[in-house]
């Protein structure tokens, strides 16, 4: 006669393990909403300059406490903007013209200073504080895009919209940052007409 040997350990490590898995879930989905900090498009001015779209935009960029904790202790972010002229269509919308910017945020601890290197300024520059560091970032002058061709019609707008790039954060830290509501910083796309 044959008999099946059960260990006692095998279910408790199993229950023990799916208890883990659904607490970081509950922890995830739990996550305070005060915790979540926004990226928003606050102003944007357009002009139209020899067949260009100048674009001048203001965002309020804050950063939840964990994503600060990160940039004081070294990990370096990269905050994207992206703007596009899109023309409205029946079943879906044209992109005219599309640009991005990027800036680089980090820590410098022997200064303790903010760096923010700008594809949209020249060179680097400092700040004291991490707020003066995200309003210099936030402040987007010059932003050059195509118009469309013959001319613009009131099914034109300027889509704007900000973000962190995960994508560039360490390897390590991308995982936890995907999966984290903390990390997702994203003002979504907000739309402006580009007719007075």
Request: proline share 5%.
């Amino acid at each position: 006669m044959m008999y099946a040997l059960y260990t006692i350990d095998a279910p408790v490590d199993l229950r023990r393990h799916i208890l883990v898995m659904c607490m970081g879930v509950m922890l995830m989905i739990a996550s305070p909403l005060s915790a979540l900090a926004e990226f928003s498009v606050r102003k944007v001015e357009v002009q139209n300059v020899d067949d260009r779209l100048m674009v001048s935009a203001d965002l309020d960029l804050g950063l939840t406490k964990e994503v600060e904790d990160a940039v004081n202790n070294g990990v370096p972010l990269v905050l994207l903007t992206e703007f596009k002229v899109v023309r409205s269509g029946l079943l879906w919308d044209t992109d005219i013209d599309q640009v991005k910017t990027s800036s680089r945020l980090r820590y410098h601890a022997l200064s303790d200073h903010y760096i923010v290197d700008s594809s949209s300024s020249e060179g680097i520059e400092m700040f004291r504080s991490v707020d003066d560091a995200l309003r210099r970032i936030g402040r987007l002058r010059g932003i050059s895009l195509a118009l469309p061709k013959p001319g613009v019609t009131n099914d034109d707008q300027l889509a704007v919209r900000s973000r962190l790039d995960i994508d560039a954060l360490p390897g390590p830290l991308r995982p936890m940052a995907f999966l984290s509501s903390n990390w997702r910083l994203n003002s979504d796309w907000t739309h402006w007409n580009i007719l007075p």
